[in-house]
């Protein structure tokens, strides 16, 4: 148990960092302007063309507005912790690269098994949404998608007793098609993938702007009350709701993380990281709560829980050709969100590859487009078969416990660096000071964005337990055998291949 425990706790060394982070073997091409665009591509998406609508018919109401903004104060406060150590380790993995250096080898492991179910999940509800505003846009000219096409196998459904889920009988290989597809573009080069989101981010952007500087010239003030419904039972509405409401969205602002994933490959990372990172999520925070504004604004929170809202919205107020206008930015800004979160999952594994956890395909760089090739079509194809089978409210719920530990991780890493190593250059540093309790320093914003990333992750947790003790252990069983099925590779692999292990071993 000793030896267990020292191997559990063993650190990666800084210097062994640097060293990996000198001959990673990618191009440095991403300036802070490509970083804030990855962001954005990033962080706009389901969460505005999608969960908006579903998180106001069912949780808040036009309270969505505070919902947003509460999973936004979350996430500046993580965001400050990722800009201190992107540029204080501006390396790629990102948290898990992070933990891996601060807090050893067991928080790491269980971290970066983590980060792959979020980027994962994340991944195959993102096809989900891109395959429903596509199916929509293809009907709008005679183009029909068969419903066994585009319908997962198990479907989440809005009952009196709350979300129950059935098996529908179709898979949506739409989806799933859609995330091969932009695994391809990523394989072909970071260039020119950050050139195609680019484009994509300033379709979507100028969509949602028109819709909300069109959108505010028919808003009825009278869908705004009351602002919070009365709660109507468990999290239905409520600031029960929107507490719920916020988890639910939290997984939207996952862009953030995917910057930190891109280090190795920024020209200047010390001082772009914290710009890409903290840009990107207060343009995304101000976008967000606007669209929501407006949208509560023009329909009735109750008819929002579908899979276009902004479509319907559109809709609603009688502009068909904007309606046609905001699926065609929809598809662009779901795609664009699917393309950069595949790119952030497949750093990921290959940061935990380079490091023995994983399997060397994952870490295997194309000799003519210098990218890992391999671990891009893996990360893919898991992706593609959960959109297939699993419908959005599961993956929204699952991919939102992830991106709460990951975020709680990182703020832990950042007090354990300043306590430890003081001394290290912090190009950036997060900002409300703290101090030293018997010599652990407690910083201010990572408390604050602990509590409130412990505020994101408690409704969810007692959502699927809820469900569970009613019978419905759906959730609860993908979570805990997704969990023994990472304690049982690394217990099987990972223990044994680990490179800061075998030099343990050496000595």
């Known amino acids: 148990m000793s030896t267990l425990r020292k191997r559990l706790l063993a650190r990666k060394s800084f210097e062994a960092v640097r060293a990996d982070a000198e001959r990673h073997g990618l ?51 993580t965001g400050l912790c990722y800009a201190e150590l992107a540029s204080t380790l501006p390396v790629s993995g990102s948290s898990y690269t992070y933990s891996y250096a601060t807090l050893g080898e067991g928080f790491a492991w269980g ?23 596509l199916s929509s846009l293809l009907g709008d000219f005679g183009i029909i998608v068969p419903a066994a096409l585009n319908t997962p196998l198990v479907q989440g459904v809005m009952t009196e007793v709350g979300l129950v889920f059935r098996i529908s009988g179709g898979v949506n290989l739409l989806a799933a098609l859609c995330v091969l597809g932009f695994a391809w573009v990523l394989i072909r080069g970071i260039s020119q993938s950050a050139a195609v989101n680019t484009v994509m981010v300033v379709l979507k952007l100028s969509v949602l702007l028109l819709f909300v500087i069109v959108g505010a010239q028919y808003v009825d003030t009278a869908n705004w009350t009351p602002l919070i419904p009365p709660n109507e039972g468990d999290f239905r509405y409520g ?38 990172i903290l840009g990107s999520l207060v343009i995304c925070t101000l976008l967000y709560v606007a669209v929501a504004l407006v949208l509560t604004g023009l329909v009735p929170y109750r008819m929002l829980g579908v899979p276009d809202p902004i479509a319907l919205a559109i809709d609603h107020i009688g502009q068909p050709a904007m309606a046609l206008l905001i699926k065609v930015g929809a598809v662009a800004g779901l795609s664009s969100v699917l393309m950069v979160n595949t790119y952030g999952h497949s750093r990921i594994c290959y940061a935990m590859s380079r490091d023995g956890l994983l399997p060397p395909l994952f870490a295997q760089v194309h000799p003519r487009f210098r990218t890992p090739h391999k671990g891009t079509l893996v990360v893919a194809g898991m992706a593609a078969i959960a959109a297939m089978l699993l419908p959005i409210s599961i993956l929204g719920d699952l991919v939102s416990l992830g991106v709460a530990f990951a975020f709680s991780i990182v703020a832990i890493s950042v007090m354990w660096l300043r306590t430890h190593h003081a001394e290290l250059p912090r190009p950036f540093r997060v900002p409300l000071g703290g101090v030293r309790i018997r010599g652990i320093w407690i910083g201010t914003v990572p408390v604050c964005a602990l509590l409130l990333c412990l505020c994101m992750a408690g409704p969810v947790l007692y959502d699927i337990g809820a469900k569970a003790a009613n019978g419905d252990v759906f959730p609860a069983t993908i979570l805990v055998l997704y969990l023994l099925a990472g304690v049982w590779i690394y217990a099987r692999y990972g223990y044994r291949h680990s490179r800061l292990g075998a030099a343990q071993r050496e000595t």
């Open 27 to 77: 191009q440095r091409k991403l300036g802070a302007w490509h970083l804030v665009m990855l962001g954005i591509g990033c962080i706009v998406g389901a969460g505005v063309f999608i969960m908006t609508g579903t998180a106001a018919a069912n949780y808040a109401g036009p309270g969505v507005v505070l919902s947003f903004a509460l999973a936004g104060l979350a996430c500046a406060f």
């Open 111 to 133: 971290l970066g098994w983590l980060l792959m179910l979020e980027y994962g999940l994340a991944g195959a509800a993102l096809a989900v949404g891109v395959s429903g505003y």
């Open 239 to 276: 600031m029960a709701g929107v507490l719920r409401a916020a988890s639910v969205l939290f997984f939207a602002y996952l862009g953030f993380e995917t910057v930190s994933t891109a280090a190795l490959e920024a020209r200047n990372p010390q001082r772009d990281m914290p710009i890409g």
